[in-house]
């Protein structure tokens, strides 16, 4: 029930933040109701879970948004200075950064934050090889390298997330 109130939550503020309509009751109302159309359906489907409303990130989701947002825009810096120089110095490279996530919902926010940074796209998730990270150049590929992008997410999991994932994988 907790999980249908914050996805019920998610879609008024989404919705609200949107649409921008606050003077019309009518449309209000009809937002409204489509939100808890949608939370009954999404609930009659049993398809809100952990994984797709984690609450388990809380806080430290909070935390590391801003800091990935810095990161996106120091790579955007630096993929626009490869495009505007006059030689293309670019060099693709292919990488497997080893995962510290012990979950898959950590090892997806993990590859989702490496492809969200331009100049570096995640080709696969392995449990035990790690992930498959294509770099628009040798620097980008040493970024990833460095781990601290993988500290961060591994640092977002809780031990109560991995206690439910380790649940959820035992028949």
Known sequence: MVRALGLLFFLAVTWLLLSGIYDNNLLFWLGAASCLLCVFIARRMDVIDHEGTPLELGWRIIV???????????????????????TLNISPTLIRSKTLQ??????????????LTPGTLSLDIDDEKGILVHALSRAGAEGVLTDDMNRRCAALESDRLHARAQKDRTP
């Open 64 to 86: 590391y948004w801003p800091w990935l947002f810095v990161e996106i825009v120091k790579a955007n810096i630096d993929v626009i200075g490869h495009l505007l120089r006059p």
């Open 102 to 115: 012990r979950t898959d919902l950590g090892r997806v926010i993990y590859a989702n934050s490496i492809t």
